[in-house]
Nanobody, 124 residues
Framework: QVQLVESGGGLVQPGGSLRLSCTAS????????GGWFRQAPGKEREFVAV????????YYADSVKGRFTISRDNAKNTVYLQMDSLKLEDTAVYFC?????????????????WGQGTQVTVSS
């Protein structure tokens, strides 16, 4: 079992930055791919970014490419999401996820464990 806890959400103005963290406990997190998803009110959960277990491979949704950066520190059992140039449409609850059998990483079905989410609000 892997427990995931997100932190770092908050209120930010358009153009601002936030850094989300997802810290894992339980089983060794190093073997798991780490993903970030988000869900806005009334919408389905959507893929944001994924990073391989080693950190050597990353993949982003087109909507965040060039603005968000996913990274990980396996010594700290933590995956990060650096969000820059935030837009109003980035407002959502952000969830981190971990999966052993992740291939593409963009589908919620590929992940075994989920955090509870952290709210990100972009507003002027």
């Amino acid at each position: 079992q892997v427990q995931l806890v997100e932190s770092g959400g908050g209120l930010v103005q358009p153009g601002g930055s936030l850094r989300l963290s997802c810290t894992a406990s339980g089983r060794t997190f190093n073997n798991y791919a780490g993903g970030w998803f988000r869900q806005a009110p009334g919408k389905e959960r959507e893929f944001v970014a994924v990073i391989s277990w080693s950190g050597g491979s990353t993949y982003y949704a087109d909507s965040v490419k060039g603005r968000f950066t996913i990274s990980r520190d396996n010594a700290k059992n933590t995956v990060y999401l650096q969000m820059d140039s935030l837009k109003l449409e980035d407002t959502a609850v952000y969830f981190c996820a971990a999966g052993l059998g992740v291939v593409g990483g963009a589908s919620v079905d590929e992940y075994d464990y989920w955090g509870q989410g952290t709210q990100v609000t972009v507003s002027s």
